[in-house]
T-cell receptor, first 115, second 112 residues
Framework: DAGVTQSPTHLIKTRGQQVTLRCSPK?????VSWYQQALGQGPQFIFQ???????QRGNFPDRFSGHQFPNYSSELNVNALLLGDSALYLC??????????????FGPGTRLLVL | RKEVEQDPGPFNVPEGATVAFNCTYS??????FFWYRQDCRKEPKLLMS???SGNEDGRFTAQLNRASQYISLLIRDSKLSDSATYLC?????????????FGTGTRLLVSP
């Protein structure tokens, strides 16, 4: 049973460019969350997708957008990249449920470097 | 004030030692609590959930004090393989949706 997968593993972009990161959730999971982890910091919640809709959003600008597909996979798009967007981008998936205690399983992340 | 605060460490301990990590959270309405472990340049992995009554998993014991908004993790008989960053995590949502808020992590180094 494959866990959460993300692509690409590493990416180098320049300021002003746009980037798309991809995530496939663990089998049986329908909810995908995205996090940004800067060096030396804990992950910060960007947004969560469920039933192809964004249902929660953290304190990130509109340059960060996403999408969820019918097969529950997801994309994170970042426009007009800034140097400060350099980070590890983590995708996490969780099983159906509304208790708030569902375990989130993280993928290996995409390391983005903006030059 | 940060939503979840942890001592960043590092905590340097010898094998076999007992070590405790503490964490405080600011949102009194928070519903669920976790400890995640993150190895260098890897993704976070769930170590254990934290329940109001306290819970134990082998060498690891987690405690929650809702009145003080305080969470702890105790590791007994430390192993070299316990070296990692331990992230205190809170779900502040009371709607059933899960939005995890992470502390900055506490780094543990266990030496021979």
């Amino acid at each position: 049973d494959a866990g959460v997968t993300q692509s690409p593993t590493h990416l180098i972009k320049t300021r002003g460019q746009q980037v798309t990161l991809r995530c496939s959730p663990k089998s049986g999971h329908d909810t995908v969350s995205w996090y940004q982890q800067a060096l030396g910091q804990g992950p910060q919640f960007i947004f969560q997708y469920y039933e192809e809709e964004e249902r929660q959003r953290g304190n990130f600008p509109d340059r960060f957008s996403g999408h969820q597909f019918p097969n529950y996979s997801s994309e994170l798009n970042v426009n007009a990249l800034l140097l400060g967007d350099s980070a590890l981008y983590l995708c996490a998936s969780s099983a159906p449920g509304t208790s708030g205690r569902e375990t989130q399983y993280f993928g290996p992340g995409t390391r983005l470097l903006v030059l | 004030r940060k939503e979840v605060e942890q001592d960043p460490g590092p905590f340097n301990v010898p094998e076999g030692a007992t070590v405790a990590f503490n964490c405080t959270y600011s949102n009194s309405a928070s519903q669920s609590f976790f400890w995640y472990r993150q190895d260098c340049r890897k993704e976070p992995k769930l170590l254990m959930s934290v329940y109001s009554s306290g819970n134990e998993d082998g060498r690891f014991t987690a405690q929650l004090n809702r009145a003080s908004q305080y969470i702890s993790l105790l590791i007994r008989d430390s192993k070299l393989s316990d070296s990692a960053t331990y992230l205190c995590v809170v779900n502040p949502m009371n709607t059933g949706f899960q939005k995890l808020v992470f502390g900055t992590g506490t780094r543990l180094l266990v030496s021979p």
